[in-house]
């Protein structure tokens, strides 16, 4: 995925290039946080724009003061569960789905009919079920993960090599021992990209349940702060969610990357 | 939706049985769920009957509120999405072709694709207020991501071969960037499109449930704090139609535009 086109420094010794490197390819982001360090206060109402330097010292803040754990820990709770509950759920509908045509006939019409709705508009129904809180979030998070997981490992189950099961069938492997020596491992790098498809989606799930549809987490903090004019805080823990979600996302990459050195 | 499998005159019996292998679940669930609802076994509120979801359906469809609300929706997402559409693919398409504008927007693309857009709201509520424009910015500023990264990958992607094959030829500029380029990049914009899409819809829908303004969102919420428990399954049921025919209109778009892949 790495590209190499924009600008390459060269003759220069090799730890410098790296340095040098990283430093020019991330100066147009400095440009434009200068830009706003600047443009805050006097081209807009600092209010409306506090300058990054204000951010970073209500970040560190928030961080210093604690204030701002037991939010993150709910928000990461509800995308832990949420997200925990439909690999589970998906992986095995998606395998179940490829392996028994039973199943297929059964569960492919609501799948059908559930893809193309916007899982976040479904938040409203959240709360009808569950009142406002850490349910509602977890359901909504569960349903908008679901979908990319199980379609992932359907067609990582659907594709696995028949060689593969005949050989262990040859071999004497029964059924079952079929599905969890033979059939789960071969999906495993496709269910890998089914999370990491899913992962972002989780955020933005958690985000709209909990400012629609909560009393506590980031996305409720980010929507309080800003109705009660906190803007600063506000900036802040969009800043923090965005900092996880990217964290979340990197992190799993590098996991996946280590224990699947199989591919 | 409801497609019952009569077998009328028999002519060809294993696609019938087929078609209700593929849909007896769904009329299963859809009459347990009416069923339950009638005979009070779960609280009307939680799960009102189908038929009463599908009057009042109707009702709102006939009176013109469903009609209305959806256009509010609708307008709110496209308008977004063809801003973030016109901006992101001449973005993407420059960063591809271009080192300098890629060296200026990959660490900004990079960083703010992760962001979930969905944590802005709140700021486009600060500065642009909760009309439609504000909206509207809301979703070009969330969809111009997908669809910029994926009109500079498949951009990128365009076989160095064919370029030269076409300026050996004797191919201008302007003409390799709109008969060679643009056309071999075109699958890849368009899967960016495709994502975009339902997030165009995701954006509309969480801001109008947090701003209200009118539109499919608001309309839900105001379901849910009426306690018309009908009204927002209702509200879910036009937001499916239009989900599936947004994403049906895509497809039967990719198909046409790509029948030479």
């Known amino acids: 995925m790495r590209h190499a086109t924009s600008r390459r420094i060269e003759g220069l010794p090799a730890p410098i290039q790296g340095v040098a490197q990283t430093l020019v390819d991330w100066i147009p982001l400095g440009i434009l946080v200068l830009l706003w360090e600047l443009a805050s206060g006097t081209v807009v109402a600092e209010a409306v724009l506090p300058p990054p330097t204000t951010v970073v010292g209500e970040i560190v803040e928030l961080i210093v003061t604690g204030d701002v754990f037991s939010h993150l820990f709910i928000s990461l709770f509800r995308i832990g569960v949420g997200l925990g509950l439909s690999i589970l759920a998906g992986v095995l509908l998606g395998v179940g789905m490829a392996r028994s045509d039973p199943v297929e006939n059964f569960f492919d019409i609501f799948l059908s009919m559930t893809y ?39 067609n990582a189950a659907v594709d696995v090599d028949q060689n593969l099961v005949w050989s262990a069938q040859m071999m004497g492997t029964s059924d079952r021992e079929m599905l969890y020596k ?29 400012l629609i549809a909560s009393n506590q987490g980031i996305g409720y903090l980010i929507l309080t702060s800003g109705q009660i004019g906190n803007y600063p805080t506000m900036f802040a823990n969009i800043v923090i ?22 591919t | 939706m409801d497609v019952t499998a009569d077998a009328e005159g028999g002519f060809d019996l294993s696609r019938v049985i087929d078609i209700g ?58 308008v977004g999405l063809a ?69 500079r990958d498949s951009t990128r992607q365009v076989q160095t071969n064919l370029i030269w094959s076409a300026q050996m030829m004797g191919t201008s500029d302007r003409r390799l960037l709109w008969r060679v380029v643009m ?49 927002v399954y209702a509200a879910i049921i036009a937001i499916m139609f239009i989900g599936i025919g ?3 209109l895509l497809r039967f778009t990719r198909s046409r535009l790509l029948h030479w892949t």
């Open chain 2, 21 to 78: 292998k593929s849909i007896y679940s769904l009329v299963i669930l859809l009459v347990l769920w009416e069923v339950v609802g009638q005979l009070g076994l779960i609280h009307y509120y939680f799960l009102p009957p189908l038929s009463a979801i599908i009057a009042r359906f109707i009702e709102l469809t006939l009176n013109g509120e469903m009609l209305y609300n959806a256009y509010l929706t609708l307008y709110r997402a496209l």
């Open chain 2, 83 to 151: 801003i973030a559409s016109v901006l992101g693919v001449i973005v993407g398409v420059l960063s591809a072709r271009n080192d300098l504008v890629d060296w200026f927007f990959d660490p900004i693309i990079k960083i703010g694709y992760p962001i979930p857009i969905i944590s802005l709201i709140p700021v486009f509520m600060l500065w642009f207020g909760i009309g439609d424009i504000s909206k509207i910015i809301m979703v070009a500023v969330g969809t111009f991501w997908p669809v910029a990264i994926n009109a």
């Open chain 1, 182 to 210: 033979v059939i789960f491992p071969a999906t495993v790098p496709e269910i890998m990209t089914g999370i990491r498809q899913a992962v972002p989606i989780a955020f933005i799930a958690l985000v709209s349940a909990e």
């Open chain 2, 183 to 231: 056309p071999a990049a075109l699958p890849g914009i368009l899967t960016g499109f495709q994502i975009a899409m339902p997030l165009s819809l995701i954006i509309t829908f969480v801001f109008e449930m947090v701003a209200g303004g009118g539109g499919l969102g608001a309309l839900e919420i105001a379901g849910v704090r009426s306690f018309q428990s009908e009204q």
């Open chain 1, 116 to 154: 193309p709705i916007p899982k976040t508009a479904l938040v409203p129904l959240a709360i009808l079920w569950l009142g406002v809180g850490t349910e509602a979030a977890i359901l909504i998070v569960f349903l908008a993960c679901l979908l990319p997981i199980v379609l992932n490992s359907y």
């Open chain 2, 246 to 248: 947004l994403d049906r």
């Open chain 1, 241 to 262: 969610i965005s900092a996880v979600a990217f964290v979340a996302v990197r992190g799993f990459e590098e996991t996946r990357d280590r224990v699947l050195v199989w």
